[in-house]
């Protein structure tokens, strides 16, 4: 199994939509969590933090869920310039920072 | 501006050769990160480092080596024993402090084997 788990898509929506995306973990003492952008042939960039109460940015609000090891994304009224691989990411235990990233789910918004 | 520059962005290596990934960042950040990129895949870490003078191997570090001798600096080396070179590599940094602090990276470099 996977350390870190996205359906890849692509996911395929009209402007105005709203899409989520699913993440899973494997290691349960995953201590932060986060959810980056990255365009394509870019460098990621973070998108935002996944707090345990759940978090709210904009038209973005993402979920983290610690029984069943796993983290949601919401985007709602999808924009075009919201097209972009989405890439799940998990900080493991201990102070080293190390992070494990998904391969990314992307999105495609279209007119 | 603050930020992570990493050079060149475009790399091409020859049969047996070594190349060198320049990274730096003027963010006081105390830990840096090398990672691999393969398309559709996801960010694979090469080695990491928490403070200067010391680094640690990551996940797929074979083929690889780095050196931390400035706090701003911290260069990636392609050996000639790493079969398979071609790739998005990314420079990532840090504050050393908090749990929840997340990584920032630079704009890469795409290495190709000519």
């Known amino acids: 199994r996977k350390e870190v788990e996205q359906d890849p898509g692509p996911f395929n929506v009209p402007e105005g939509a709203t899409v989520a995306f699913n993440c899973t973990y494997s290691?349960?003492?995953?201590?932060?969590f986060f959810w980056y952008r990255q365009d394509c042939r870019k460098e990621p960039k973070l998108l935002m933090s996944v707090y345990s109460s759940g978090n709210e940015d904009g038209r973005f609000t993402a979920q983290l869920n610690r029984a069943s090891q796993y983290i949601s994304l919401l985007i709602r009224d999808s924009k075009l310039s919201d097209s972009a691989t989405y890439l799940c990411v998990v900080k493991i235990p201990g102070n080293t920072g190390k992070l494990i990233f998904g391969q990314g789910t992307t999105l495609q918004v279209k007119p | 501006d603050g930020g992570i520059t990493q050079s060149p962005k475009y790399l091409f290596r020859k049969e047996g050769q070594n190349v060198t990934l320049s990274c730096e960042q003027n963010l006081n950040h105390d830990a840096m990160y090398w990672y691999r990129q393969d398309p559709g895949q996801g960010l694979r870490l090469i080695y990491y480092?928490?403070?200067?003078?010391?680094?640690q191997k990551g996940d797929i570090a074979e083929g690889y080596s780095v050196s931390r001798e400035k706090k701003e600096s911290f260069p990636l080396t392609v050996t000639s024993a790493q079969k398979n070179p071609t790739a998005f590599y990314l420079c990532?940094?840090?504050?050393?402090?908090?749990?929840?602090?997340?990584?920032?990276f630079g704009d890469g470099t795409r290495l190709s084997i000519l």
């Open positions: 480092s928490q403070i200067v003078n010391d680094f």
């Open positions: 290691n349960s003492a995953s201590q932060s």
């Open positions: 990532a940094s840090k504050t050393g402090t908090g749990v929840g602090e997340p990584q920032h």
